[in-house]
């Protein structure tokens, strides 16, 4: 973005000459019709005396405009609550137990239904829970930029202790910001120590209360229900001081936590409520997928006709099954569909880029995201001797995240056809000692296919070796 001095002189209501003389102030020499950056004009604004309205960026048409909530409007609403910890220290028991320990006479004789989360009631407080445990859904849900979670429940087996997943969980609670209240589970166990535990847990920074740190520990046994309710009391002291509020009387948004294909009843996903209340008949827009919510269910397996913030519910009518950590939004039919086409088109051009071809420089970024298992390559070489060497190069590098694999070697120029192999298999393709003829440079071109080419075998070796790891040197 930029603007003429000319612009600018009208806008500031000042002479063009004043403008030339302030820029020539401040280092810069500018004619009438000059390009004026927007970095300088915001200085230069302030040398006259003008405040700048920032305006606002350019809205995505991908996206659903959140509208900000007046103070005023926010009520309370019950906190949500995700279980984490090492496997087998007791996540699924705990949940269950919690769950068991809290359904109250009737609906004990009722079906309970997995939808992804639940909410118990606690001497009249709600509490959320996501049934998801371990810290992979938490963390795919964040990578989707959706923040669901108010606090972590950290489980820690007292006859095992701090373990792997355990720090890892840590990690990622942190990383969240969310706060973490440490169940100390199995401590029916024979050899449990809770001590033990919590010396472990201070050398995480996660220092206990007693030990004048700001953690809370529960002891817990998920197979005798001993501190269940201690756990959930917890709960609702954090969640009080966090001073979790909604605005209930608003369109709903809220995140997809898990969805699926029933056979029966089509596309059908759990959605947490978030702000705003969600009703039948809703017109919503989750990722790519829209519709009309056509039903609702509870964690109790009841139809409701509206879920307020902080509810979990099963939601029918959307067009296609959405990803967990989508967020959903109630709109405007219009406003549904195309903003779901956009997405659509949107994802196809992105998949699009995926489907790029291998490059030595993009490698790196390839690996690091997990897509690249194997670095396929095509090899022409200057005789056989050469394309041995090179297969024992390769087949002596160690990198435990990507294997070299050969696709193709041949002795003779790079033609065409080498890179339209290439192309399939979406290899590289090195020349050694022999350069791409004419027609394989144009198809190389087309296909994107990337071709090196090299006079030592050291070099190749350097170079494959270091884009793995990302640090090739860029090539100018
Ligand atoms: P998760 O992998 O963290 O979900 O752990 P699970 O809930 O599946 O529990 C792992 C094992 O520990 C199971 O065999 C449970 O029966 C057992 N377990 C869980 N909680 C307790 C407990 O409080 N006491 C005892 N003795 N065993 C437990």
Redesign the pocket.
Known sequence: ESMTVKELSAKFGREVGEIIKKLMMLGVMATINQEIDMDTAKILASEFGITVEELPPAEDPTEIPDIEDSAESLLPRPPVVTIM??????????LDAIRQTNVTGQEAGGITQHIGAYQVNYQNNKIVFLDT?GHEAFTAMRARGAQVTDIAIL?VAADDGVMPQTIEAINHAKAAKVPIIVAV?????PGANVDRIKQQLTEQGLVTEEWGGETIVVP?????KTGINELLEMILLVAEVQDLKANPNRLAIGTIIEAELDKGRGPVATVLVQKGTLRIGDTIIAGTAYGKVRAMINDRGDKVKKATPSTPVEVLGLSDVPMAGDILAVVDENTARSVAEKRVSKKRIEDMGQMQKITLDDLFTQIQEGKLKDLNIVIKADGQGSIEALRQAFAGMQNKEVRVSLVHAGVGAINESDVMLASAANALVIGFNVRPDANSRKAAEAEKVDIRTYRVIYDVVNDVEAAMTGMLAPEY
């Open positions: 910890g090492h496997v087998d220290h007791g996540k699924t028991s705990l445990p489980v589970n199995k401590i029916d166990r817990v046994s998920a197979k005798t």
